[in-house]
């Protein structure tokens, strides 16, 4: 909703700050991102790194032209090739690749309603032209090993899991430096 806005501030000692419409859902879109990237990373530790990179795009988000120069590797898990690539290595590592991620977010976030939206899901397989291409580029490079119309329907609906502000603020914290010394 572009009439909502909503911010929420959470802390390591449970401090928490919200304002507008932070207990709003919304659909988390790329956020999801950095949650796909933390399982994958989980399962295969430095290995994901063979097959998509660490530095910046240099280009847009879902840009096809690096991602030709760069041989099918992708520059890093954020942009769009990347987390296609990551949505391919949790589907040949898990046994029910959406089931399996929506069971790790609601495991980090301590909330077993957290879900997918299949309507943002089915809306944005109806207009990801661009990720479409991008994943059987991707294919075409042999950095897909699944079939892409499976690593498309993980990824649509990964980017469509709905949270609050407040829920996202407090799932984030597992990855603050707790040993942190002023």
Request: net charge negative; with cysteine.
């Amino acid at each position: 909703d572009p009439n909502c806005f909503g911010v929420h501030i959470s802390t390591i000692t449970e401090m928490n700050c919200g304002f507008g419409d932070y207990e709003v859902n919304f659909s988390i879109q790329s956020i999801a991102k950095v949650f796909s990237l933390c399982m994958a990373y989980r399962m295969l530790g430095e290995k994901i790194w063979d097959r998509v990179g660490v530095e910046p795009s240099g280009t847009g988000f879902n840009s096809l032209i690096q991602l030709e120069a760069d041989k099918g590797i992708p520059r890093n898990p954020f942009i769009n090739a990347g987390a296609l690539v990551i949505c391919d290595i949790l589907i040949s590592h898990t046994d029910n690749a959406r089931k399996e991620f929506l069971e790790f977010i609601r495991s980090i976030c301590g909330n077993q309603e957290i879900n997918y939206s299949h309507a943002i899901a089915t809306s944005e397989k109806s207009v990801g032209y661009r990720n479409v291409a991008l994943c059987n580029f991707l294919k075409s490079f042999e950095n897909i090993e699944n079939d892409p119309d499976d690593v498309l329907d993980f990824y649509f609906h990964m980017c469509s899991i709905e949270m609050t502000c407040q829920e996202l603020a407090k799932t984030f914290i597992f990855l603050a430096n707790v040993n942190f010394k002023n």
